[in-house]
Structure formats: C-alpha cells, structure tokens
C-alpha cells in the first residue's frame, strides 16, 4: 500500500506520463527495485489504484444506500463525503485515470468494469430502498442508476477544476439524485 500511496501522489500531482518509477519510489520510501517487486509497468500500479479506488466507491454506495435516500440523512452524507480532502484527491486521481483510458484499451477495458460493478451496487441500494417510501414506487432503478452515475462522473470534473466548491457541488448533487429518484416515468 505504501507504493500505491507514493504512484497516487506522483500520478495527481505530475501526471501519469509525467511521474517516474523513481519519483514513485522516493514518494513512497522505498528503492525502485522494491517497486519491481510488486509492480511491473506503471500500468500496474494504475490497474491496482483502479481496484483500490472501486473498494472505496462501494463503501460509499453502501454508506449513500443506507440512508435510504432519505433527503436529510442523503444531503449530511454528501456533504461529509464531499468535505473528505481524500475524496478531493481520489477525484484528482480519477481525471488522470480517466484520461490514461483514451490511450491504454487495458485502462478503458478496467474503468468500464469497475464503473459497471458501482452501477450494480447502486442499482441494488435503490431498488431496496423504493419500500422505504423515499424513492418513487414506479422508478426504475437501472435508468437511475445510470442518470446518477453520468452525473456523478461530470460532478467530479466540476470537483477536480474547482474545488472550493464542494459544498455547492455536493448540494446541487443531492438536489439531483432527489429530484432523479422522485420524478420517475
């Protein structure tokens, strides 16, 4: 964990093509063949952040899905999720995946699947929660699942450029997710 640590500071802060083994190396603490023990490219380690980053969208799907959408509990969720500076990196990191994906098929081929299973989690945490009353009985999850998500990927650009305003942003995202699970077909 302490290489992926160094590569996602390297990665934010130089680009992917623009951060060396050895610049990782010296992030993390550790000699380049240290590295070479456990990554073989680069690329690898963008896989392993890509894994890793899907562990930590999950636990947020599951922390937004249990409170059942439920405006009040939602919003206090986004908003702390929004106030986390880690999150302001892992969206830093993410455009700089995003963008090693329109070079690398492999990339693309990995974001697709991770975005998919976060699809699947949300798709299930909403479909659980029509019953609570907080969601339209007539939404269909999947296509909220899918608006949500479309939505999501352009908040995080917005996130990534403009920082300061994350409490704007994670409003006009709770706004959109309500608005989205309360006005269905």
Do not use: W
Not at 120 to 142: K, Q, R, V, W, Y
């Amino acid at each position: 964990m302490q290489i992926l640590y160094g590569a996602r500071h390297c990665f934010i802060d130089n680009g992917f093509d623009g951060a060396s083994i050895s610049q990782i190396a010296n992030q993390a603490g550790v000699s380049v063949a240290n590295i070479y023990q456990y990554f073989e490219s680069k690329e690898s380690m963008i896989h392993a952040l890509i894994e890793y980053n899907l562990e930590i969208d999950l636990l947020k799907i599951q922390a937004m899905n249990a409170t059942m959408y439920e405006a009040k509990a939602l919003r206090r969720y986004m908003h702390s999720n929004f106030a986390d500076d880690n999150h302001i990196e892992g969206v830093r990191l993410m455009q700089e995946i995003i963008s090693e994906a329109t070079r690398s098929d492999e990339v693309a081929n990995l974001l697709k699947e991770t975005e998919r299973k976060a699809g699947i989690a949300l798709m299930e945490g909403l479909s659980n929660a029509i019953p609570s009353g907080h969601i339209s009985p007539t939404l269909d999850p999947l296509d909220a699942a899918r608006k949500i998500s479309y939505f999501h990927n352009g908040m995080i650009a917005r996130l990534a450029i403009t920082p300061s305003l994350r409490e704007k942003l994670a409003d006009q995202f709770t706004d959109f997710i309500l608005e989205t699970l309360n006005n269905s077909k």
